[in-house]
């Protein structure tokens, strides 16, 4: 489930990828990402609407395979 203003989609692929995972972690300064027990990429829900848009996430994976989604309009 997405948050209520923010949802993040990963790519399957990158998801299972441990170094990239390792890294998402490591760059969301709101702990959007997580490892699961099976060392896969796992999306923190209650942590969604905490986004700050930085999009270093977006940056340090591959081009397309992370998403920022805003749920909400702008302006
Ligand atoms: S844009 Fe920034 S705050 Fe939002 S999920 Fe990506 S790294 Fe985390």
Same mark, same amino acid.
């Given at each position: 489930m997405?948050? /209520?203003?923010i949802?993040?989609q990963?790519?399957?692929k990158?998801?299972?990828?441990?170094?990239l995972?390792?890294?998402l972690v490591?760059?969301?300064?709101? @702990?959007?990402f997580?490892k699961? !027990?099976?060392? %896969?990429?796992?999306i923190?829900? !209650? @942590?969604?609407? !905490?986004?700050?848009?930085c999009? /270093?996430?977006i940056? %340090? %994976?591959p081009?397309?395979?992370?998403?920022?989604?805003?749920?909400?309009? !702008?302006?």
């Amino acid at each position: 489930m997405p948050g /209520l203003f923010i949802d993040v989609q990963v790519d399957a692929k990158v998801a299972r990828d441990a170094a990239l995972a390792a890294k998402l972690v490591e760059v969301c300064p709101v @702990n959007i990402f997580a490892k699961g !027990e099976d060392g %896969a990429l796992r999306i923190v829900e !209650e @942590n969604l609407d !905490e986004c700050v848009l930085c999009d /270093l996430c977006i940056q %340090a %994976a591959p081009p397309g395979a992370v998403r920022v989604v805003k749920l909400y309009e !702008e302006g």
